[in-house]
């Protein structure tokens, strides 16, 4: 069966640069969902997407900034990198009012040196 | 806000043994789920276990069952005839869907517990 694609699975930048982690979701899945994991910490929402429109904001600094496109895949981009964004990115999908299971993707590994 | 707390930080079993995680939640939502999901080392989500809050019959995956108190907000997940496959670390998680159109489904995590199945 198909799984959540993320892109790319590792990523190094540096201090002050922009990244963008791009996320694929199960086909037929309308709601996307992105968090992130610091090292040795839980998971925290990032922010979330229902056919294409923002539907929830977590805390996600505003130097993140995200989006769905037509096709449903997401992008989360980051700009003005700081060491504290070195982490795991999951992106996580499902079809709302069908099934609440969130499907997780790979997950993408930021170090910001 | 809803919390999850997840007491036992870290946990060890023998293999074919059970163990029990436990997981307790604040919230003031009456329409909720709980999840339990497992992170091996390859930091894979897999998801084990769900609980809806309106069923008041205890959720089952083959090996593993849960016990879930609404009234005492508990919802503890137990690992029978446990596998060394089965380590890794498990996080507890809490959503809510009061609302329509999308909001409010995101998942909050307790802090997790690490459990390491021993030959």
């Known amino acids: 069966a198909a799984g959540v694609i993320q892109s790319p699975r590792h990523l190094i930048k540096e201090k002050r640069e922009t990244a963008t982690l791009k996320c694929y979701p199960i086909p037929r899945h309308d709601t996307v969902y992105w968090y992130q994991q610091g090292p040795g910490q839980d998971p925290q929402f990032l922010i979330s997407?229902?056919?294409?429109?923002?539907?929830d904001k977590g805390s996600i600094p505003d130097r993140f900034s995200a989006q769905q496109f037509s096709d449903y895949h997401s992008e989360l981009n980051m700009s003005s990198l700081e060491l504290g964004d070195s982490a795991l990115y999951f992106c996580?999908?499902?079809?709302?009012?069908?099934?609440?299971?969130?499907?997780f993707g790979p997950g993408t590994r930021l170090t910001v040196t | 806000a809803q919390t999850v707390t997840q007491s036992q930080p870290e946990m060890s079993v023998q293999e074919a043994e059970t163990v029990t995680l436990s997981c307790t939640y604040d919230t003031s939502e009456n329409n909720y789920y709980l999840f339990w999901y497992k992170q091996p080392p390859s930091r894979q989500m897999i998801l084990v276990i769900r609980?809806?809050?309106?069923?008041?019959q205890n959720a089952t995956e083959n090996r593993f069952s849960v016990n879930f108190q609404k009234a005492a907000k508990s919802f503890s997940l137990k690992i029978s005839d446990s596998q060394l496959g089965d380590t890794a670390m498990y996080f507890c998680a809490f959503m809510t869907f009061e609302n329509s159109g999308g909001s409010n489904y995101k998942l909050t995590f307790g802090k997790g517990t690490l459990l390491t199945v021993n030959p």
């Open positions: 996580a999908s499902t079809i709302l009012g069908f099934s609440y299971e969130q499907y």
């Open positions: 609980q809806e809050a309106y069923k008041q």
């Open positions: 997407f229902y056919e294409k429109m923002q539907s």
